[in-house]
């Protein structure tokens, strides 16, 4: 029996402009999905999701999840045909959008066919095998949340020839908020949304996407002086820039709104968007407690958790 983990991400700057080249902040969670692969006398692969995850989430993703699963299994170079397997997902982090959940499964199954099949896998052969998979559901992926569910940490991530991965180092740990809109939405569309926006309206989009370039480097200086005051104005500016190429909406603003509210220092939706959650800077147990229960107040699930 072969077992394997990939954390949970939350995207601090950068998520959309990352996929064409802009630089990216991330941070992994502190929840993880894990998987066991084991050996059985059925056919091909069997599939047993029992991730938590938002009403919904797997039932509107179980054929991107098919077609990524493939392609890890195809990626690692194991073949079900002769081998087959059962494989079993599980885990504290919540499968739902925005926080890396398909990151996070395609890592934690490479690690578990890596034991079960002997493979020795290196870390970056797992990113590598978990970029394949994540192409099932974000069409054309940057690589951004297979890298933070691999590693882990708080990383400055740029995609390229090749990536640029840079591990940050802050200061301490500072505490945000995510909060969920308990919509489950499809990233690839985003992405090819944004993709086609884009292209009609190409000198709009670049004043955007410079600014999102200059943003991210600003960002990554201000976490290295640790002034999040500073993090969290940024964090604001990212979500106007966001809202700029139409990839929030209403129940995401409304959730930035509340977090802004009530005290925190900075507040965006993270990831695909469109739904799925938002993301918080509330430095400070006290504000960060507070933020959630004004989040939690109005009905929408709140994960506490820590970035650096
Ligand atoms: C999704 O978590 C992040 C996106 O930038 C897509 C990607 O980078 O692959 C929207």
């Known amino acids: ?38 050996r059985w006398d059925g056919e091909g692969w069997y599939l047993d999701d029992k991730r938590p995850e938002t009403p919904g989430y797997k039932k509107e993703k179980l054929d991107q999840q098919r077609d990524s699963i493939s392609r890890v299994l195809k990626a690692a170079g194991v073949d079900t045909a002769r081998n087959p397997i059962k494989i079993k997902l599980e885990g504290d982090l919540v499968a739902a959008s925005g926080i890396g959940a398909s990151a996070a499964s395609c890592v934690a199954l490479a690690r578990a066919l890596s034991k079960e099949f002997n493979l020795d896998f290196s870390d970056e052969k797992i990113n590598e095998i978990a970029f394949e998979g994540e192409k099932g559901y974000h069409g054309v992926p940057s690589g951004v949340d297979n890298t933070a569910a ?12 090749p990536n640029i991965i840079d591990l940050l180092k802050v200061k301490e740990p500072v505490e945000i908020i995510i909060a969920n809109t308990g919509l489950v939405t499809n990233t690839a569309a985003a992405v090819a949304g944004v993709k086609e926006r884009k292209e009609k309206n190409p000198e709009k989009y670049d004043e955007i996407f410079n600014k999102a370039r200059a943003l991210a480097n600003e960002a990554r200086e201000a976490l290295l002086v640790f002034d999040m005051e500073n993090v969290g104005e940024m964090m604001d500016k990212n979500h106007e820039l966001l809202q700029a190429i139409e990839v929030s909406c209403k129940e995401l603003d409304l959730l930035v709104e509340i977090a802004r509210d009530n005290g925190a220092y900075g507040a965006k939706m993270t ?15 006290k504000l960060q407690n507070k933020v959630a229960q004004a989040i939690e107040s109005e009905g929408f699930e709140v994960l506490k958790t820590r970035i650096g």
């Open 271 to 285: 990831g695909g968007g469109l739904g799925g959650n938002i993301v918080a800077l509330t430095p400070g147990e």
């Open 150 to 161: 691999t590693y882990g940490g708080l990383i400055w991530f740029v995609k390229g020839q």
């Open 1 to 38: 029996m072969g077992h394997g983990a990939g954390y949970g991400k939350v995207i601090l700057f950068g998520e959309h402009f990352v996929v064409f080249g802009i630089p990216s902040i991330v941070s992994a969670i502190d929840k993880a999905t894990t998987c066991t692969v084991e």
